[in-house]
């Protein structure tokens, strides 16, 4: 089992700044990829940013350039830097998780951007 926690939303004006984190506790040494997905009200949940345990990042068209993902495992912990953040960025944040077998979701983290 696999628990995830995640860290870091809030409230945050156009054009600001926002570093969500994810703690990751139990059987964490069978993780490979872990990765940041998003759901806005009205919306499915869509992948925002993933990385491997040999670090290879995949960003969502609409992030790159902008968000940058890091993973610490020795610390077992996942970011997501959010720079020049716009209101369509508006969402819940849920940090994922996966053996390649299992997968496993955080209980999310609202970011929401003013205009």
């Known amino acids: 089992q696999v628990q995830l926690v995640e860290s870091g939303g809030g409230l945050v004006q156009a054009e600001g700044s926002l570093t969500l984190s994810c703690a990751a506790s139990?059987?964490?040494?069978?993780?490979?990829?872990m990765g940041w997905y998003r759901q806005a009200p009205g919306k499915q949940r869509g992948l925002v940013a993933a990385?491997?345990?040999?670090?290879?990042?995949t960003y969502t068209d609409s992030v790159k350039g902008r968000f940058t993902v890091a993973r610490d495992d020795g610390k077992n912990t996942m970011t997501l830097q959010m720079n020049s953040l716009k209101p369509e960025d508006t969402a819940v944040y849920y940090c994922?998780?996966?053996?390649?077998?299992?997968?496993?979701w955080g209980q999310g983290t609202q970011v929401t951007v003013s205009s």
């Open positions: 994922y998780a996966t053996t390649g077998v299992y997968d496993y």
């Open positions: 139990g059987t964490i040494f069978r993780l490979s990829a």
């Open positions: 990385i491997t345990r040999g670090n290879t990042t």
